[in-house]
């Protein structure tokens, strides 16, 4: 499984737009790549996921080049709430042994 | 609501001591996981069940067993807890298909 490798922690203040980059140089070809969320004392929670350009649903975007060795997790006008651990992924979404083997994440803190 | 259920919420536990920790799903998925995460840390992977019947290991096995006698129930056994076991530890589920893990709200086990 791909190795990801992302910032350990970021700094935002209320109303700006959040990009949290992580890099898997050594992707493969039939790995998705996917992003959690995680609050305190609580189970990550499924943000997006994609495969290549870019995907947009009502809580984030995901900005994946061409060559998808990294990808970029954009969270929009951010508030108090979206302070927490975000997870960068990937996996083979085929391989009947798929399993989300996570990092350490980057913690995310938006000020007032 | 369906979802994974976890039970405990927490225990203390004696070092030696026998634990099982349960977990229950209602969405039908093939796929089940349990996950230890320690404090400050990321997510590690325990072992895995592509499908009931079957079991796998993952990044973390030692001094842990599971089984998957069905679809809905992946129990996580500490047959002889040790301190270093004290942490709080997640169960998941997916289609399978990498399309999205669904976790429980954890267990937090503490080893004296």
């Known amino acids: 499984l791909a190795k990801t490798t992302q910032p350990i922690s970021m700094d935002s203040y209320e109303g700006q737009e959040v990009n949290i980059t992580c890099s898997h140089n050594n992707i493969a070809t039939n790995d998705y790549i996917t992003w959690y969320q995680q609050f305190p004392s609580q189970g990550p929670r499924f943000i997006i996921q994609?495969?290549?350009t870019k995907v947009t649903n009502e809580v984030a975007s995901l900005f994946i080049p061409a060559d998808r060795k990294s990808s970029t997790l954009s969270l929009p006008r951010v508030s108090l709430s979206d302070t927490a651990v975000y997870y960068c992924?990937?996996?083979?979404?085929?391989?009947?042994?798929?399993?989300?083997?996570f990092g350490s994440g980057t913690r995310l803190l938006v000020r007032p | 609501i369906a979802g994974i259920t976890q039970a405990p919420t927490s225990q203390i536990l004696a070092a030696g001591r026998r634990m099982t920790l349960r977990c229950t799903q209602d969405m039908r998925h093939n796929a089940m996981y349990w996950y230890r995460q320690d404090l400050g840390l990321g997510l590690r992977l325990i072992h895995y069940s592509n499908t009931a019947g079957t079991t796998g290991k993952g990044e973390v096995p030692d001094g842990y067993s599971v089984s998957r006698a069905n679809t809905d129930d992946f129990p996580l056994t500490l047959a002889s807890a040790v301190p270093s076991q004290t942490s709080v530890y997640f169960c998941?589920?997916?289609?399978?298909?990498?399309?999205?893990?669904?976790f429980g709200s954890g267990t937090r086990l503490t080893v004296v």
């Open positions: 998941a589920s997916s289609t399978g298909t990498g399309d999205g893990y669904t």
């Open positions: 992924l990937v996996g083979d979404t085929v391989d009947s042994s798929y399993k989300l083997i």
């Open positions: 994609g495969y290549k």
